[in-house]
């Protein structure tokens, strides 16, 4: 029964595609991709930036490869998809990660940061599941993961571009997942509470803040990025073939407080 269970989440053979992943959750996640068997493509803008993350998934064995561009960028995220699919032949994986974060009360908050989570955040995950999402409709089959937010889901003072932009996250996952799904395509999403992540750093650090913050979880604390490995490579296996425009939660309890 084991071997049977082993198989359901074993990714030997399998490519992937992460944004976002020069660090953090990213990293993270294209770590556990590496080491259940994944050929991985890293994408960040600067390609110096994924050199650490290349070469920890070269370490494990698996072949790496640096692909560099903008998320909000239709010209970039068309040529680094296709780089991705040069160097590991095709893209089964698409873990759309890269995200920003800009937290002010919302009448002080300038348009151009709104803007700038916008493109991220939103207009990111649609580029690159657009131009990913044509090559799985030729193979007739993959997995798409969005990342947003336990902050889809809630409301949060000073985080008004955020959270609105992780609540369409989550709207674009069911809409993706309606569209591909007679293509054999699963479209899911992953919704993250509070992370150690360099973003999160200034309430991480702060002791008045996480306190109050962490009064307020069950768990009584927060995440390390590591910690998500299992829910992303559950979702980019064969364990999750019927599974698709669902949010998966893992956020020590908050979002139920």
């Not at 657009?130 to 409709?137: E, N, S, Y």
């Not at 996952?173 to 150690?196: D, F, H, K, Y």
């Not at 008045?208 to 299992?230: C, F, M, W």
Request: hydrophobic share 45%.
């Amino acid at each position: 029964m084991t071997g049977a269970t082993d198989s359901l989440f074993d990714l030997t053979g399998k490519t992937a595609l992460v944004t976002g992943a020069s660090r953090g959750i990213g990293k993270a996640l294209a770590l556990a991709l590496a080491k259940a068997g994944c050929d991985v493509a890293v994408n960040a803008r600067a390609a110096e930036s994924l050199k650490g993350t290349v070469q920890e998934i070269e370490k494990l064995g698996r072949k790496a490869v640096a692909a560099a561009g903008d998320v909000t960028d239709e010209k970039q995220v068309k040529e680094f998809v296709g780089l991705a699919v040069k160097a590991l032949g095709r893209i089964d994986i698409l873990v759309n990660n890269a995200g920003v974060w800009e937290g002010t009360y919302f009448f002080r908050l300038p348009k151009e940061q709104w803007d700038h989570v916008m493109n991220v955040n939103l207009s990111g995950v649609f580029l690159t599941a657009k131009a990913v999402g044509r090559l799985m409709l030729k193979q007739r089959s993959g997995k798409i993961i969005n990342i947003s937010s336990v902050l889809g889901l809630r409301g949060s003072p000073e985080a008004i571009a955020y959270c609105a932009s992780k609540a369409g996250v989550i709207q674009m996952t069911r809409v993706m997942a309606i569209e591909l799904g007679r293509a054999g395509v699963q479209v899911n999403c992953l919704a993250p509470g509070m992370v150690a992540t360099d973003m999160t750093r200034q309430y991480t650090e702060d002791k008045k803040t996480i306190e109050d913050y962490l009064s307020r979880v069950p768990s009584g604390r927060y995440a390390q990025p590591e910690e998500l490995s299992g829910a992303i490579v559950f979702l980019a296996s064969k364990a999750a073939d019927h599974m698709t425009g669902q949010v998966l939660v893992i956020d020590g309890g908050e979002s139920l407080v």
